[in-house]
């Protein structure tokens, strides 16, 4: 039987977020899958534009919860691309050793949620029980746990204590210790590898094509990295390895995270080791951008995060624009779910650790008389729940 | 940049007004050497599209694309300028670089812009919506 279509989503329990994604099935075969998104509206591309320069970095913080970081960092890049503007060295240090951690907690995340999703559920409890430290060394180093407020223009708000490096390097040898087990363990695992090697193989060709980044494009053979292509902070200052491997399954895009969890490890001890030599100051002073425009990216978790600013002269941004990884990553779908079986459709949907709040960063929505929505987001959510209700049962 | 310079060698009379950075080369490029400047940046020396900017100004509408060489960590980007701000139309370029298909979309979406030869040429973020916020980041927007 041909032309069945299942619907996934757009509220699916194992979807973190509201998407939806059509299958169309040949039996048990997925032969084609169409996706709509839309599903939250946030507007934070057109709030930033009524934003000074350094609110903006603040607001774009809150288009990822995970990605706290990678974004304010390629919202900063992109301004000081504007004028060249040179950042201290003790800053640059400490940019990296945040990207860095923040690395570390989202690939830990994912491989929990990865685990849960496949019913591995010893393999997402080992994780997010490693992924604890992660976070408190963020509270020791910037005060919270998530939203950590540290990018400026110019270099970074908060300084790095040297009193508790001692404590920090503790906490890291003990994550370096449980990640190497987990490595072991991942690659080693029989049941991981009968039920993620092969599934939803995601070509190299087809990689290029629908220009897909991070760990979904280095596990397909290609070999981008923002860090090593582009380096800026610190990143040409720390050694590190790039890690690429070549089948495009889901096995590959989880092994790629676990051992550049590994390798994130290895930055942020050598940036925990340079800040306790390394002194300065943490911020230059930035008195006023001109006009021009700019572009920023960084490689966070999930990929290369994108940023673009121009500005008239004035404090705050005439155009902002933000290119989330999951952007990308999403529509590659189309090329990883055809032909495989439904039951490993969510599997293969997850792999690319999707975000769906940071790729609807967008939208601004007004009604028919030019009112805006975003002021009272209950009733968008009424008057879409009383749509779904009328298209349902015809009342 | 040795890659600039040869771009511009190659291309310097079909491209407008350049700005130039170490590693950013911004400029203005006509619709019609825009497919052919795409397929040499995408194909010819395997340039990423990272993404399409679209903004209004007084002059008209602009696409500003960024194609990534990743290999030499630096950005190509061509501009376009719509100055028909009643019915804005452009090639796509989605038959030479599929990954263009949602930004080409979005662009649409929010900012009215059509794309010829698009193949599936709808709204993308506001399709769902329950009131069609009719290309919400225009300034003359129509109710």
Partial sequence: ?395 | MDEFKQFRELFGTKIGQVIQKPRRLFFVVKEEHLLEIVKYLFDGIGCRLSTATAQETYHGLEILYHFSLDKAGIYFCPRIVISDKQNPKVLSITALVPGAVWIEREMFDLWGIEFVGHPRMEQLLTLNSPENPNQPLRFGRQA
């Fill in chain 1, 1 to 395: 039987m041909t032309g069945n279509k299942i619907p996934v989503g757009p509220f699916h329990p194992l979807l973190e977020e509201a998407e939806y994604f059509e299958l169309k099935v040949d039996g048990e075969t997925v032969v084609d899958i169409d996706m709509e998104i839309g599903w939250m509206h946030r507007g934070h591309e057109y709030i930033s534009e009524q934003k000074t320069f350094t609110q903006s970095i603040y607001l774009v913080e809150r288009i990822c919860g995970i990605c706290s970081t990678s974004h304010p960092l390629a919202c900063v890049h992109a301004i000081e691309d504007i004028d060249n503007i040179e950042i201290p060295l003790r800053a640059r240090y400490i940019r990296t050793l945040v990207g860095e951690l923040e690395r570390v907690h989202s690939h830990l995340l994912w491989l929990g949620l990865a685990g849960h999703f496949i019913g591995y559920d010893t393999l997402w409890m080992w994780a997010w029980k490693y992924r604890e430290p992660t976070l408190q060394m963020f509270e020791a180093i910037s005060g919270n746990r998530n939203h950590y407020g540290m990018m400026r223009v110019g270099g970074v708000a908060k300084d790095v204590d040297p009193a508790i490096i001692p404590d920090l390097l503790k906490i890291l040898d003990e994550i370096d210790r449980k990640m190497e087990m987990i490595a072991k363990a991942a690659k080693d695992d029989p049941v991981l590898k009968s039920r993620l090697v092969g599934v939803g193989v995601l070509k190299k060709e087809d990689a290029i094509a629908h220009c897909v980044v991070g760990p979904t494009a280095r596990a397909s053979g290609v070999a981008i990295d923002v860090r090593k292509d582009e380096p800026t902070d610190a990143y040409d200052l720390v050694n590190f390895n790039e890690i690429v491997l070549k089948n495009g399954d889901v096995y590959d895009k989880l092994v790629v995270r676990v051992l550049e969890t590994i390798e994130s490890n290895k930055i942020i001890r050598q940036c925990l080791e340079k800040l306790k030599t390394v002194g300065g100051p943490i911020l230059n002073n930035v008195k006023e951008i001109t006009p021009g425009e700019g572009i920023g990216r960084y490689e966070a978790p999930r990929g290369e995060v994108f940023h673009y600013i121009r500005s008239d002269g004035t404090n705050r941004p005439v155009r902002h624009k933000v290119r989330a990884p999951s952007y990308v990553n999403i529509p590659s779908f189309v090329a990883s779910c055809k032909g495989i079986p439904v039951a490993d459709v969510l599997i293969t949907l997850a792999a690319v650790d999707p975000c769906y709040c940071c790729t609807e960063r967008a939208l601004r929505v007004v009604d028919a008389h030019d009112r805006p929505f975003e002021l009272d987001l209950q009733r968008l959510s009424r008057t879409k729940t009383e749509q779904i209700r009328r298209e349902i049962y015809g009342k």
